[in-house]
Every structure is written in C-alpha cells, then in structure tokens.
C-alpha cells in the first residue's frame, strides 16, 4: 500500500491549486573577456565560477523551499497536523526568495489551516496575498474569495467595513468587491475594498471641504481597467458638470466625456455595457423658457454615451415629477445578460410612492414590475432570475426579492431581510456575496468646563457625556433637558441629575402622540416645554402631567411666568418677523415688537431687561420693550438656523454659533460694546449648532454628532425563487 505522506508529497507536483515542483532550468549569462592572456583567462574563469555558485545557491534555496512545502503539505493532508504545517508553511515563506509564487501558496495554505482551526489570523494571511502578491493573479483571486466569503452560512450578515462620517457609498460593487463612494473630507473619488477594508483613490477632489470641486458615483468597468464618474466643478461660483473617464493605472489624467451645461445637468453613470464601450448615464434636462415645470426641476434622460468619443444615444425620457424632487431617478441596474434595465420612480404625479420599473436595453416597453409604498435601488442577482430592492412594504424598511423569467416578475415579493431601515443596495460581487450599506449617526452631548478667561480648555477634556441632542439647563443648574431619540426614531424628552446621574424620561404630546426633535425649554425649575404645544411639569426628579399649551420651542423666561418667543410672519431670509410677550399664567400674547431683520433665536439677561438675539447673518440686542436695538456682529457665518444664542454670566458679552468654510460650527463670542468675535472651542465641532452656559458659567454643554457609514455583507449565493 503506498504511504498516505507520500501521496499528499506526490500530489503536490500534480495539483493546480498547489504548486509545481518541476526541476526548473538555470540560466547561465556567457561571460567573455576580449582581453587575451592569462589574467584575462583567470578574471573570467572567476567570474563564471560566481555566477555559477551564486545560481546554484538560489537554486539550492529554491529547492529547499519546494521541498519544507511537500512535508508541510503532507502534515495538513495525510496527517492533520495543522499548527505543524503552519509552522512548515512559514519556513517556506521565508526560504522561498525570489520565488513570490511559492511563497504565495504558502501563504494561502496558512489561510486555510488558520480557517480550519477557526482562528481569526486567517484573514490575516489572506489579506496578506492580496496586499504583497498582487503579481500572482490567480492566487490573489482565491484569497480574495476567502476572504469574502468569511465562512458564513447562506443568509449569515456580517459587518464587512465600518467607515467615518465623511465618506459616502453609492452605486454598484464591483466584482472584486470593491464598493464606489466619495470622500466628503476632500471630494475625491474612491473605492472602498469590502474584503482588504483598504480605500483606494482614483480621482483627486478640491480639497478640504470637497470645495471648490469633487466627484461621485464612481463606476469600475467590467475589465476593471477603468471608471467613469461625474464630476462637478464651482470655482467659477456656478457649478459645472461633466462625465469622466480615468484609467487606473498609476499616474493616469482623466478625460472628460460629456460636457454640456446647456443640455445637460447633473449628469451620472449608471450602468456599463458588456463590451465596455458604452456608458448607461442619467441626467436632467434644464428646463426651457417659459415652460410651466416647477425651476430646477427638469425631466429626466437615460442615455448611452460612447466611451471611444462622448457621443450619446438617447433611450428614454422620464417625466420631472418621476423624480419626486430629486432630479434623478437613482442608479440604474443593467441585468447580467444585457437585455434588461431596472430603476425606481414615481409612479403617478403627486404620489408619495415609489415604483420598480423594468424596460428593455433600448428603453422600451416598461412594466412596473413592484407597487405600492416607497421601493428602491433595484438590483439584479448574478444569474438575472431575481431582482432585490428595499421596500418598506412590511412597515419598516428592508430588503426584498422578485423572481424574473424572460425579463417578466415571476411570482410575488418576499422578504430578504427585515428591519434593515432605509439602506443602499451594491448588489453582488464574483463570490455570490451581497452588499448593502447603512448610514449611522451617534448623537451626544459633551459638559466641558469653562476657564476663568471665558473659553473651554485647550485640552478640551470633558467632564460629562451622555447620547442626545439640544441640551438646556434648568435654571437652578441641578439639571440638563434634552432629547434623545428612540429607536422608531421619535425622541425622548429626558432630564438628568447632573450630580447623581439619574435620569428621568417623557415620551408622549399633549395630544397623546409622539415627541419631535424640537429642543426642550424651561420655565422655571418645575416646567419644560417638552415641543410645540406640549408644557411638562416636573419636580423632585420626576414628571408629573403635561398639558397643551400654544408656545412654539424657541422661547425663553427666567421667571416662569413672562415668556418671549418668535412670532409673526414667517420671514423668506428665515425667522419671524417680531417677538412677543407671553403672560404664562394665561398663555395669552400681553405686547409684541418688530425687530429689523427678523429673529430666530433670543436670550434673556440675568437682570431680566435686555434680549440678545439672532437673525439671518446678524447677532443683535434689544430692550425688553423694543427699544435700543443694536447689531453687535454682521457676517455670513452666523449659524441660522438653529441661531442658538446666550448671555456670558458677567453680561458682558453674547455667545453664538457660527459655521466656518468647512461648514463646521464653533461658539463665538462677541462683546456687547462691539468688536471682532473669538471662538471659545470647543475643539470638536458642533454638529447642529446646538450649546448651553450652565448658570454661574462654570460649563458649557453642547452637541456633537459622528456619522459613519456601515457595509454589510449577506450571504445569498443560493438564492432560491
């Protein structure tokens, strides 16, 4: 009987997947000296006798590593010593020299025994052929399988990528799971790697702020050799659109494709043809003269443009309402045999629903294919027998699936995955793996000190942070309202203990309903107006009743019983056109004023007799009556709304939130005597303008928020209809 270990050796030397261990020729450089005599002879005989010791020694090396590879292929397969072949693999890898293709099967097998044992240096391994081996394609393709296929049982999730804020995914995965985005930090043009969790760039964008340009919806090629993407341009202060195209190698100028503000706007790829030669976009018409459409809003045109010369074929033109307002239709889904196009749209004039629609490749015939409630970003599965899409047909969004036979829906709509929310389809890459991806958000609010000359600490430690939005102190410092969102996505009124902690909670309306996001109010220490027309009593730490009161939630009293608030007209700039005086006890207006420019936020002073408030581009005071009023700051980067504004405990100067060019808010301060306004931090930037002065100054409560975007990965290769 022929030896187990031998058989694994020997079938080494026949195995694709492992390797070839035939002897391999070496190759000699004839080495010739023009100079005749004995010196000439013996420099030359040297320096072929160190050539030929030095091939020989590399091919020693070589041999050796082919040989430390047989044993170690015999310890995984005939005697299951898997942590003795890793230790066997890893020899080889470092005597296999020159030799990348032995030490990149070597690699691979560590992969598989890690995977087998069920440890996680797996990836580590994989991930290590696809980041050093790019050279040796097939065996970086199986790398990438495993790695992409992660183990998971069909129907298994599991997160693949988590990303920060500023980068955005949109459009379809390629086959090597690579995902298209933009990077919102500098407006470049990326791809994000699902299965090495590396982001590559392709195009460079404006800069900081993705300002004065930037690109988006990226799409790979079928050869991967290339990508379209649009691109938009506002150094001229009116934006530009264009299509263009960029090879992926190294060092590669992209071309402009499509360039023709005149006739097309917001023009983007969708799709690319089988051959590579042509590239499915969508864009806006601008509306004619005259014409009764709504400005901004043009009908909407899918097109194929020629890669080799920018020329376009129109296919079908969409109606402006198809749309519902957002000047495009989405990304549209080519089916993998090329016949077919899937896109989502309006179905009717004024509805809020949304419809899947499928057409031939030349826009012709289209069916609705899915109706009813809000259905989205359709994609097609690898063999064109199912079309996935999100739908929140079940009450809550999620993932959905219809069969197709000879491009027609063959049965009804079942569902993939629930309680997705409202995510973004990618579709499926080589290894039968789905993505999808879901925007996140952690809102908090941060308590920092405040120093005696009025700004936050350099160093910017806070003391105290809890999930929430809008926070608001109570009068006598002891708590802190705020909202805090719920997971059906209505709010919370919450009041915490700042010493203990504790917090106590109010989920409904006057009416009975749910709480918005509107920031809580105090009037006094015992009430808080939760949101408009919702007044909550309070007292020891606990809630008691509400009742329905008509006060809108920018209001403000120090007393609990003269309120001021916004009031009047609405304002086209923003705010209301005058403030009024309240008489709490009656809920009933007492006197009002008008103030230049409007308003949109005010604070009252400690001695009760003065308001500072905001207005679009403006930070101004006034008495209590109107009288005085006096703007202290005019500039465009005074934040409303929300126009969050409040007194220094001295009175000496106002606070205020103020967007810079990146769009991120700080709280300035400005003196009341006049002057140049200085930021007192914090470091991390205010998400929504949103901040606080506790009474006696001593802190500062404000409110971030991080978003981040998730790429999940589903296991759906056995798709059953």
Same mark, same amino acid.
């Given at each position: 009987?022929?030896?187990?270990?031998?058989?694994?050796?020997?079938?080494?030397?026949?195995?694709?997947?492992?390797?070839?261990?035939r002897?391999r020729?070496?190759?000699?450089?004839?080495?010739?000296?023009?100079?005749?005599?004995?010196?000439?002879?013996?420099?030359?005989?040297?320096?072929?006798?160190?050539?030929?010791?030095?091939?020989?020694?590399?091919?020693?090396?070589?041999?050796?590593?082919?040989?430390?590879?047989?044993?170690?292929?015999?310890?995984?397969k005939?005697?299951?010593?898997?942590?003795?072949?890793?230790?066997?693999?890893?020899r080889?890898?470092?005597?296999a020299?020159?030799?990348?293709q032995?030490?990149?099967?070597?690699?691979?097998?560590?992969?598989?025994?890690?995977?087998?044992?069920?440890?996680?240096q797996?990836?580590?391994?994989?991930?290590?052929?696809?980041?050093?081996?790019?050279?040796?394609?097939?065996?970086?393709?199986?790398?990438?399988?495993?790695?992409?296929?992660?183990?998971?049982?069909?129907?298994?999730?599991?997160l693949a990528?988590s990303?920060?804020?500023?980068?955005?995914?949109?459009?379809?995965?390629?086959?090597?799971?690579?995902?298209?985005?933009?990077?919102?930090s500098?407006g470049?043009?990326?791809?994000?790697?699902?299965?090495t969790?590396?982001?590559?760039?392709?195009?460079?964008?404006?800069?900081?702020?993705?300002?004065?340009?930037?690109?988006?919806?990226p799409?790979?090629?079928?050869?991967?050799?290339?990508?379209?993407?649009?691109?938009?341009?506002?150094?001229?202060g009116?934006?530009?659109?264009?299509?263009?195209?960029?090879?992926?190698?190294?060092?590669?100028?992209?071309?402009?494709?499509?360039d023709?503000?005149?006739?097309v706007r917001?023009i983007?790829p969708?799709?690319?043809?089988?051959?590579?030669? @042509?590239?499915?976009?969508?864009?806006?018409?601008p509306v004619?003269?005259?014409?009764?459409?709504?400005?901004?809003?043009?009908?909407?045109?899918?097109?194929?443009?020629?890669?080799a010369?920018?020329?376009?074929?129109?296919?079908?033109?969409?109606?402006?309402?198809?749309?519902?307002?957002?000047?495009?239709?989405?990304?549209?889904?080519?089916?993998?045999?090329?016949?077919?196009l899937?896109?989502?749209?309006?179905?009717?004039?004024?509805?809020?629903?949304?419809?899947?629609?499928?057409?031939?490749?030349?826009?012709?015939?289209?069916?609705?294919?899915?109706?009813?409630?809000?259905?989205?970003?359709?994609?097609?599965?690898?063999?064109?027998?199912?079309l996935?899409?999100?739908?929140?047909?079940?009450n809550?969004?999620?993932i959905?699936?219809?069969?197709?036979?000879?491009?027609?829906?063959?049965?009804?709509a079942?569902?993939?995955?629930?309680?997705?929310?409202?995510?973004?389809?990618?579709?499926?890459?080589?290894a039968?793996v789905?993505?999808?991806?879901?925007?996140?958000r952690?809102?908090?609010?941060?308590?920092?000190?405040?120093?005696?000359?009025?700004?936050?600490?350099?160093?910017?430690?806070?003391?105290?942070?809890?999930?929430?939005i809008f926070?608001?102190?109570?009068?006598?410092g002891?708590?802190?309202?705020?909202?805090?969102?719920?997971p059906?996505?209505?709010?919370?009124?919450?009041?915490?203990?700042?010493?203990?902690?504790?917090?106590?909670?109010w989920?409904?309306?006057?009416?009975?309903?749910?709480?918005?996001?509107?920031?809580?109010?105090w009037?006094?220490?015992?009430?808080?107006?939760?949101?408009?027309?919702?007044?909550?009593?309070?007292?020891?730490?606990?809630?008691?009743?509400?009742?329905?009161?008509?006060?809108?939630?920018?209001?403000?009293?120090?007393?609990?019983?003269?309120?001021?608030?916004p009031?009047?007209?609405a304002?086209?700039?923003?705010?209301?056109?005058?403030?009024?005086?309240?008489?709490?006890?009656?809920?009933?207006?007492?006197?009002?004023?008008e103030?230049?420019?409007?308003?949109?936020?005010?604070?009252?002073?400690?001695?009760?007799d003065?308001?500072?408030?905001?207005?679009?581009?403006?930070?101004?005071?006034?008495?209590?009556?109107?009288?005085?009023? @006096?703007?202290?700051?005019?500039g465009?980067?005074?934040?409303?709304?929300?126009g969050?504004?409040?007194?220094?405990?001295?009175?000496?100067?106002i606070?205020?939130?103020?967007?810079?060019?990146?769009?991120?808010?700080?709280?300035?301060?400005?003196?009341?005597?006049?002057?140049?306004?200085?930021?007192?931090?914090?470091?991390n930037?205010?998400?929504?303008?949103?901040?606080?002065?506790?009474?006696?100054?001593?802190?500062?409560?404000?409110?971030?928020?991080?978003?981040?975007v998730?790429?999940?990965?589903l296991?759906?290769?056995?798709?059953?209809?």
């Amino acid at each position: 009987m022929t030896n187990r270990r031998q058989l694994a050796a020997n079938s080494f030397a026949t195995r694709g997947d492992a390797g070839d261990n035939r002897a391999r020729p070496c190759r000699y450089a004839a080495v010739l000296d023009w100079r005749g005599g004995p010196m000439g002879m013996r420099m030359t005989w040297l320096l072929t006798v160190l050539v030929l010791t030095t091939a020989l020694h590399v091919n020693i090396s070589a041999q050796k590593g082919y040989e430390t590879f047989n044993r170690a292929l015999a310890a995984e397969k005939a005697d299951s010593d898997l942590r003795g072949a890793i230790r066997l693999y890893e020899r080889v890898v470092r005597e296999a020299g020159k030799d990348r293709q032995l030490a990149a099967r070597a690699l691979l097998r560590i992969g598989e025994c890690y995977r087998r044992l069920g440890d996680a240096q797996a990836r580590t391994a994989f991930a290590r052929i696809v980041n050093e081996y790019a050279d040796q394609t097939e065996i970086v393709t199986d790398a990438r399988a495993r790695l992409e296929a992660g183990g998971e049982a069909a129907g298994a999730v599991r997160l693949a990528v988590s990303l920060n804020g500023s980068i955005a995914l949109d459009g379809p995965v390629a086959p090597d799971g690579r995902v298209p985005g933009t990077d919102w930090s500098n407006g470049d043009v990326i791809f994000v790697d699902a299965v090495t969790r590396s982001v590559s760039r392709i195009a460079p964008g404006g800069g900081p702020g993705a300002y004065p340009s930037w690109g988006e919806n990226p799409l790979l090629s079928p050869d991967r050799r290339q990508a379209a993407y649009q691109w938009f341009d506002d150094t001229s202060g009116e934006t530009t659109n264009q299509l263009r195209l960029v090879s992926l190698e190294r060092g590669a100028k992209p071309r402009v494709l499509v360039d023709d503000l005149a006739r097309v706007r917001n023009i983007y790829p969708s799709a690319w043809s089988p051959d590579a030669r @042509r590239v499915l976009v969508g864009y806006e018409i601008p509306v004619p003269a005259g014409s009764s459409q709504p400005a901004g809003q043009g009908d909407l045109q899918l097109s194929w443009v020629s890669v080799a010369d920018g020329t376009m074929v129109p296919i079908r033109r969409l109606e402006w309402w198809r749309s519902a307002g957002a000047n495009s239709v989405g990304l549209v889904s080519l089916s993998p045999d090329g016949r077919h196009l899937a896109y989502s749209a309006v179905p009717a004039q004024g509805s809020r629903e949304r419809s899947i629609y499928v057409m031939s490749i030349d826009g012709a015939d289209p069916i609705e294919v899915v109706k009813g409630g809000v259905n989205s970003t359709p994609v097609w599965s690898p063999d064109g027998c199912q079309l996935l899409f999100v739908s929140d047909r079940a009450n809550t969004f999620g993932i959905w699936r219809i069969g197709f036979t000879a491009g027609k829906p063959d049965g009804v709509a079942s569902a993939v995955k629930t309680g997705t929310g409202p995510v973004q389809l990618h579709g499926f890459s080589a290894a039968g793996v789905f993505y999808y991806s879901a925007s996140t958000r952690l809102d908090e609010i941060f308590v920092a000190p405040i120093q005696e000359d009025g700004r936050l600490s350099a160093r910017g430690a806070p003391i105290d942070s809890t999930p929430g939005i809008f926070p608001s102190w109570s009068p006598d410092g002891r708590f802190l309202a705020f909202k805090r969102q719920r997971p059906d996505r209505w709010y919370d009124l919450v009041v915490r203990n700042t010493q203990s902690g504790q917090e106590s909670k109010w989920s409904q309306s006057a009416a009975g309903g749910p709480l918005g996001d509107a920031r809580p109010v105090w009037l006094g220490n015992d009430r808080l107006l939760a949101g408009a027309r919702t007044l909550v009593e309070f007292s020891a730490g606990e809630f008691r009743s509400s009742r329905d009161i008509a006060l809108g939630p920018r209001s403000v009293s120090r007393d609990g019983v003269t309120l001021y608030q916004p009031a009047g007209d609405a304002l086209s700039s923003g705010g209301r056109r005058r403030v009024a005086v309240v008489d709490l006890t009656t809920a009933q207006e007492r006197s009002s004023f008008e103030v230049p420019n409007g308003v949109t936020a005010l604070a009252l002073n400690a001695d009760g007799d003065m308001l500072a408030i905001t207005s679009p581009s403006r930070v101004a005071v006034v008495r209590i009556d109107g009288r005085d009023y @006096r703007e202290l700051y005019n500039g465009p980067d005074v934040q409303t709304p929300p126009g969050i504004i409040a007194w220094t405990p001295d009175g000496r100067s106002i606070l205020f939130t103020a967007t810079d060019a990146r769009g991120q808010s700080r709280v300035m301060r400005v003196p009341l005597n006049g002057g140049k306004p200085d930021s007192i931090g914090p470091d991390n930037p205010l998400s929504s303008g949103h901040f606080d002065v506790a009474p006696g100054g001593t802190q500062l409560a404000y409110h971030t928020r991080r978003n981040g975007v998730e790429l999940w990965a589903l296991e759906l290769a056995r798709l059953k209809q």
